[in-house]
């Protein structure tokens, strides 16, 4: 597909049709194609960036963005962090264990299954408009790995909920918006409520020759989805039942009681006041400790 032939397409019944799928089925880490905002030292940050259309280089039918699920929480027995294979559409142990501790309708066992939930995450391409704390990525493509709060803020303007309103779609080039992501240190978590988006305008003035520019820029989706990156059915049950603590052969560590490190899924890519990790690598570097 060329630059022309997306100008003249809707994309909207594609969009729409996908947010209705989400949510029946991570993999970012330390990646020079992530651009991750900084914050000052009270935790606060203000940046401008524009989400892009369907990479190029993914194809016709391509999404704009991608939607990954991973798991990190501590057992009697270790970590368990691992990307959840419902990123694919495939079974996940760790699911499948929550969903026996919801239904079993005890509430110790509900709150076992809250700790252990699966977290939620997006990746898609953007252009930075503005980013004060480092100018040098204005101007440039980047993958930007986010949270639920954000994706909302985007399927709010695809699907908007009041008839005054009026829908537009954030990734599109000519019709879209910049968005102002604008975040706080709320209670020791990165808070993203205050961001939003502009009014509509094209996307570099409109010029079809920047746009296509960074549009064949901007990387491939697909491979956050490649299925070699996610392990199979009977080694993911294997891990998870040491970390549980089950079979014969296991040796408790000194914590003897499930437990998690609780992490908000509108935290999008840390939750480390450092900003450098994102939310898997966090959860390596503490069981490496």
Same mark, same amino acid.
């Given at each position: 597909?060329?630059?022309?032939?997306?100008?003249?397409?809707?994309?909207?019944?594609?969009?729409?049709?996908?947010?209705?799928?989400?949510?029946?089925?991570?993999?970012?880490?330390?990646?020079?194609?992530?651009? #991750?905002?900084?914050?000052?030292?009270?935790?606060?940050?203000?940046?401008?960036?524009?989400?892009?259309?369907?990479?190029? #280089? %993914?194809? !016709?039918?391509?999404?704009?963005?991608?939607?990954?699920?991973?798991?990190?929480?501590?057992?009697?027995?270790?970590?368990?962090?691992?990307?959840?294979?419902?990123?694919? @559409?495939?079974?996940?142990?760790?699911? *499948?264990?929550?969903?026996?501790?919801?239904?079993? @309708? !005890?509430?110790?066992?509900?709150?076992?299954?809250?700790?252990?939930?699966?977290?939620?995450?997006?990746?898609?391409?953007?252009?930075?408009?503005? %980013?004060?704390?480092?100018? +040098?990525?204005?101007?440039?493509?980047?993958?930007?790995?986010?949270?639920?709060?954000?994706?909302?803020?985007?399927? !709010?303007?695809?699907?908007?909920?009041?008839? %005054?309103?009026?829908?537009?779609?954030?990734?599109?080039?000519?019709?879209?918006?910049?968005?102002?992501?604008?975040?706080?240190?709320?209670?020791?978590?990165?808070?993203?409520?205050?961001?939003?988006?502009?009014?509509?305008?094209?996307?570099? %003035?409109? $010029?079809?020759? $920047?746009?296509?520019?960074?549009?064949?820029?901007?990387?491939?989706?697909?491979?956050?989805?490649?299925?070699?990156?996610?392990?199979?059915?009977?080694?993911?049950?294997?891990?998870?039942?040491?970390?549980? @603590? #089950? @079979?014969? $052969?296991?040796?408790?560590?000194?914590?003897?009681? *499930?437990?998690?490190?609780?992490?908000?899924?509108?935290?999008?890519?840390?939750?480390?006041? +450092?900003? $450098?990790?994102?939310?898997? +690598?966090?959860?390596?570097?503490?069981?490496? !400790?």
């Amino acid at each position: 597909m060329n630059l022309s032939s997306l100008k003249k397409k809707s994309s909207f019944d594609k969009l729409t049709k996908a947010i209705e799928n989400l949510g029946s089925g991570g993999k970012p880490g330390a990646d020079d194609r992530l651009w #991750v905002p900084e914050v000052d030292k009270a935790g606060n940050g203000y940046a401008v960036i524009r989400f892009l259309d369907s990479p190029h #280089v %993914d194809g !016709e039918d391509a999404m704009p963005w991608v939607q990954l699920f991973n798991h990190g929480f501590q057992g009697p027995g270790g970590w368990y962090i691992e990307n959840c294979p419902t990123s694919i @559409g495939q079974k996940c142990p760790a699911c *499948e264990k929550n969903t026996e501790h919801w239904n079993s @309708g !005890e509430e110790s066992r509900k709150d076992v299954a809250r700790k252990q939930k699966r977290k939620l995450n997006y990746v898609a391409n953007i252009l930075v408009i503005k %980013d004060a704390a480092n100018p +040098s990525n204005e101007g440039k493509v980047f993958l930007f790995k986010f949270g639920k709060k954000i994706f909302d803020k985007i399927k !709010e303007k695809i699907e908007p909920q009041f008839e %005054d309103e009026k829908a537009i779609n954030p990734f599109n080039f000519w019709e879209g918006a910049n968005f102002k992501l604008k975040i706080r240190n709320v209670e020791g978590y990165r808070n993203y409520d205050k961001s939003e988006f502009d009014s509509p305008s094209p996307l570099l %003035d409109g $010029d079809d020759d $920047d746009i296509e520019k960074v549009w064949k820029s901007s990387y491939s989706l697909k491979g956050f989805l490649n299925p070699s990156d996610f392990k199979g059915y009977e080694e993911l049950k294997t891990k998870l039942n040491k970390v549980l @603590g #089950v @079979g014969s $052969d296991f040796k408790p560590r000194s914590k003897t009681v *499930e437990e998690t490190l609780e992490v908000e899924e509108d935290v999008p890519f840390t939750v480390d006041s +450092s900003g $450098d990790d994102d939310t898997l +690598s966090y959860f390596n570097k503490l069981a490496s !400790e």
